[in-house]
Nanobody
């Protein structure tokens, strides 16, 4: 059973960089043909896909967030990390990490429980 767990600060100030880590257990992030994704849900809105890092370490981002988002990984810790720069209150959301079985196909089979991030001074 694969499990994902998000961690990071719940409060970030405007203009700073949001940094979240997803720790994966029960499976390796280097196992072929999986895409380790970040998704968020702003209050009162639907889910928004942010991007993914593949089992080979390739990254792909939503065009709307590409200029500010960066996803990296630490294979020794079986973790992948999201950094989102120059945040504004509009980046306030519940952030989820998830495993996608297709590249950007949004066929998620495992999710983290989500972590609330609020952008406020």
């Amino acid at each position: 059973q694969v499990q994902l767990q998000e961690s990071g600060p719940g409060l970030v100030k405007p203009s700073q960089t949001l940094s979240l880590t997803c720790t994966v257990s029960g499976g390796s992030i280097t196992t072929s043909y999986y895409y380790w994704s970040w998704i968020r849900r702003p209050p009162g809105k639907g889910e928004e896909w942010i991007g993914y890092i593949s089992s080979r370490g390739m990254t792909y981002y939503s065009p709307s967030l590409k200029s500010r988002a960066s996803i990296s990984r630490d294979t020794s810790k079986n973790q992948f990390t999201l950094q989102l720069s120059s945040v504004t209150p509009e980046d306030t959301a519940v952030y989820y990490c998830a495993r996608d079985s297709t590249p950007g196909g949004h066929k998620y089979d495992y999710w983290g429980q989500g972590t609330q991030v609020t952008v406020s001074s």
